[in-house]
C-alpha cells in the first residue's frame, strides 16, 4: 500500500504529487535524496513535513523557500514531501493528504493547481460534498 502527498522542490517551488510506499522511511529519503530524514510539523495542524535531516549541512542543498518560514518556523533545506499526520500507537506517522489538508498547503503557498501522477487538485474549483476541493484522478501515467 502506498501514500499520497506533495513533493516541494527547492530549486523551482512548485509542488507535484508523490506516492511512495507506507511506512517505508528509506523510500521517503530517497525520493529526497538523502541519507537521513525527519519528521517535522508544520503550521498547519495535522499537516507533516519528511524532511533531509542533514541538508544544512550539504552545500549543494539550496534553502526551500516553500516550505522555510512559510510551513515550518525555520529553514529547510532541500525538497521535502508533505503529507497528513496521525498520531499511531507507535508515536506519529504520516498519511496520505487529505483534500482539507491539500487545500491548506496549497493556501499558504499561494499554489492553486498541483498535477501529477494522473491526479489533479484545483484549488478554485469546490466539490459539492461539504465544500472541499477537487483531487481527482485525472486517468493518464
Known amino acids: 500500500m502506498s501514500i499520497t502527498g506533495l ?3 527547492a530549486l523551482d517551488h512548485t509542488p507535484s504529487f508523490v506516492e511512495v510506499p507506507d511506512g517505508d522511511y528509506r523510500a521517503m529519503a530517497d525520493v529526497l535524496g538523502c541519507q537521513y530524514i ?8 495535522g499537516v507533516a513535513m519528511i524532511v ?7 552545500e549543494n542543498r539550496q534553502l526551500n523557500l ?18 497528513s499526520e496521525v498520531d499511531g500507537p507507535e ?16 493556501n499558504r503557498l499561494g499554489v492553486r493547481h498541483v498535477v501529477g501522477l ?3 487538485f484545483n484549488a478554485d474549483e469546490p466539490t459539492e460534498d461539504l465544500g472541499l476541493h477537487r483531487l481527482v484522478e485525472r486517468g493518464e501515467a
Open 38 to 45: 525527519e519528521h517535522v510539523r508544520t503550521r498547519i495542524p
Open 118 to 120: 494522473g491526479r489533479e
Open 91 to 106: 508515536g506519529r506517522d504520516v498519511t496520505t493528504l487529505t483534500p482539507e489538508h491539500m487545500l491548506a498547503v496549497c
Open 66 to 83: 516553500g516550505a522555510a518560514f512559510t510551513l515550518y518556523p525555520g529553514r529547510i533545506f532541500g525538497d521535502v514531501l508533505v503529507f
Open 52 to 58: 533531509d535531516d542533514e541538508g544544512a549541512l550539504d
Open 7 to 9: 513533493i516541494l522542490h
